[in-house]
């Protein structure tokens, strides 16, 4: 069974600063899909970024990018210019090719220092 | 706004009773998936129907049940209420695609439901 594993429960950033938060996955599979959701305060559930496992570019969104890293079944979310309202619970998802169930990890809680 | 909708947004009900909780998808989204967010237990998938057809299940409950309409929306029933049930559900949508094709899911609002 996949696993998704996010081993910082918490973490602080100055306003303005970078921040990287972790995510690691295990899985036998060789084509699947990964995911950043953002979950402010509000509970909704918002996409920050996505990565197909075949492509060896990583992800960008803006201030979002992703370091993936297939070997070592590593996938982090890097912030640049931490903005207040970036504040939030992060989910690291993980969806294998032909099954579009997403399994998620338990989060980080990103807060954001004025 | 993701464009799913969903409702009601509160539920507070009782033990043993039985709810159902609605979702309508993004226009031209086939697929809908439900999932429930617990402080123990995380996010957790239910189940994925795909143009009417239930495609897979997850953790859920045996009281628990769902179906997608010809319409496309789609209902989760939750029956014999405990405690437990407590939570957050959502319900996502993604398409048009249903073989796996990496389509992103996009969340609705969600439904709290409290058991008391």
């Known amino acids: 069974a996949q696993t998704v594993t996010q081993s910082q429960p918490e973490m602080s950033v100055q306003e303005a600063e970078t921040v990287t938060l972790s995510c690691t996955y295990d899985?036998?599979?060789?084509?699947?899909?990964l995911f950043w959701y953002k979950q402010p305060p509000s509970r909704q559930m918002i996409l920050v970024i996505r990565?197909?496992?075949?492509?060896?570019q990583n992800a960008t969104e803006n201030r979002f990018s992703v370091n993936f890293q297939k070997a070592a079944k590593s996938f982090s979310l890097k912030i640049s210019d931490s903005q207040l309202g970036d504040a939030a619970m992060y989910f690291c998802?993980?969806?294998?090719?032909?099954?579009?169930?997403?399994?998620f990890g338990t989060g980080t809680r990103l807060t954001i220092i004025p | 706004d993701s464009g799913v909708t969903q409702t009601p947004k509160h539920l507070i009900t009782a033990t043993g009773q039985r709810v159902t909780l609605r979702c309508s998808p993004r226009?031209?989204?086939?697929?809908v998936y439900w999932y429930q967010q617990s402080l123990d237990q995380g996010l957790q998938f239910l189940i994925h129907?795909?143009?009417?057809?239930?495609?897979a299940k997850g953790n859920i409950l045996e009281r628990f049940s769902a179906q997608q309409f010809p319409d496309l929306h789609s209902e989760l029933n939750l029956s014999s209420l405990e405690l437990g049930d407590s939570a957050l559900y959502f319900c996502?949508?993604?398409?048009?695609f249903g073989g796996g094709l990496g389509d992103t899911q996009y969340f609705g609002p969600g439904t709290r439901l409290t058991v008391l």
């Open positions: 129907y795909y143009n009417g057809e239930e495609r």
């Open positions: 998802a993980y969806s294998p090719f032909g099954n579009e169930k997403l399994t």
């Open positions: 899985t036998s599979e060789s084509d699947y899909y």
């Open positions: 226009s031209g989204d086939l697929s």
């Open positions: 996502a949508s993604s398409g048009p």
């Open positions: 990565q197909e496992a075949y492509k060896q």
